[in-house]
């Protein structure tokens, strides 16, 4: 926090856009703090160099220190800090803290989704219709579609991880990501909207897999039952 609103330094990374002197500060003190308890555990993060000995380990972390940097270098509070641990390929536990909020979203693998020690519930609408769903501007282009596209409230976050903690909270229906999406950006999220009773799968409507050689996933659909089918149903895969 105290690089949050006060000019940290910035630089680009090419093809993944920006990253601050914050997001590597919180890189370096989650992997001491991190291996240093659990140094069996392999180790994946968007700041630090990615190695293929993670592979053979039976749990890895997930780690995305800072998620949605562009709202943390313009001085917005929806930024997080995103952690995960994969065990066989599977999210067993996931954490999500967005500092500025002071909110801290949780969930294991057979417990409830929390905030802040409060359980939560993703929603139980059916109808895609009128559904308020976190996506890009480009989601609706009728080109996406094998029918006219639904008529869907659009909203949007910078983070992705806080998306999904928004659809595990019931704030939005669902939220959909169709561009291959960073194993480090959902990891953890995917856990607690699922914990929180969402269903949640690639683009193809196929289970997640974690911890792979490449760390990307055919995009991602968090969304209450019947609007996550309808979406899957209607959209152009």
Same mark, same amino acid.
């Given at each position: 926090m105290r690089y949050w609103q006060a000019d940290p330094k910035v630089w680009e990374k090419p093809g993944? !856009? *920006?990253v601050t002197e914050a997001d590597l500060a919180v890189n370096a003190l989650l992997a001491e703090r991190l291996q240093a308890a659990r140094p069996s555990y392999g180790w994946l993060s968007e700041e630090s160099a990615d190695t293929p000995g993670r592979l053979q380990c039976d749990h890895v972390f997930i780690i995305d220190p800072i998620d949605g940097t562009r709202a943390f270098i313009a001085g917005e509070k929806h930024f997080a800090v995103s952690i995960a641990v994969a065990r066989a390929g599977q999210i067993s536990a996931g954490a999500?803290? &967005? *500092?500025?909020l002071d909110r801290l979203y949780t +969930? +294991?693998?057979n417990g409830p989704a929390l905030v802040n020690g409060a359980p939560i519930a993703a929603s139980a609408r059916q109808d895609l219709a009128g559904a308020n769903i976190l996506m890009s501007k480009g989601f609706l282009a009728p080109e /996406?579609? /094998?029918q006219p596209p639904p008529d869907l409230k659009r909203s949007f976050r910078s983070s992705i991880a806080y998306? &999904?903690?928004l659809v595990a909270e019931g704030a939005f229906d669902g939220m959909?990501?169709?561009r291959d999406a960073w194993e480090w950006d959902i990891a953890a999220g995917? %856990?607690?909207a699922a914990r929180a009773g969402a269903m949640v799968t690639d683009r193809l409507g196929q289970p997640l897999q974690f911890n792979r050689a490449l760390a990307k996933t055919a995009g991602i659909f968090a969304a209450a039952h019947g609007v996550h089918g309808a979406? %899957?149903? !209607? &959209?152009k895969t």
């Amino acid at each position: 926090m105290r690089y949050w609103q006060a000019d940290p330094k910035v630089w680009e990374k090419p093809g993944q !856009g *920006p990253v601050t002197e914050a997001d590597l500060a919180v890189n370096a003190l989650l992997a001491e703090r991190l291996q240093a308890a659990r140094p069996s555990y392999g180790w994946l993060s968007e700041e630090s160099a990615d190695t293929p000995g993670r592979l053979q380990c039976d749990h890895v972390f997930i780690i995305d220190p800072i998620d949605g940097t562009r709202a943390f270098i313009a001085g917005e509070k929806h930024f997080a800090v995103s952690i995960a641990v994969a065990r066989a390929g599977q999210i067993s536990a996931g954490a999500i803290y &967005l *500092p500025a909020l002071d909110r801290l979203y949780t +969930a +294991a693998e057979n417990g409830p989704a929390l905030v802040n020690g409060a359980p939560i519930a993703a929603s139980a609408r059916q109808d895609l219709a009128g559904a308020n769903i976190l996506m890009s501007k480009g989601f609706l282009a009728p080109e /996406h579609w /094998h029918q006219p596209p639904p008529d869907l409230k659009r909203s949007f976050r910078s983070s992705i991880a806080y998306r &999904l903690c928004l659809v595990a909270e019931g704030a939005f229906d669902g939220m959909v990501s169709t561009r291959d999406a960073w194993e480090w950006d959902i990891a953890a999220g995917s %856990l607690i909207a699922a914990r929180a009773g969402a269903m949640v799968t690639d683009r193809l409507g196929q289970p997640l897999q974690f911890n792979r050689a490449l760390a990307k996933t055919a995009g991602i659909f968090a969304a209450a039952h019947g609007v996550h089918g309808a979406i %899957l149903a !209607g &959209l152009k895969t």
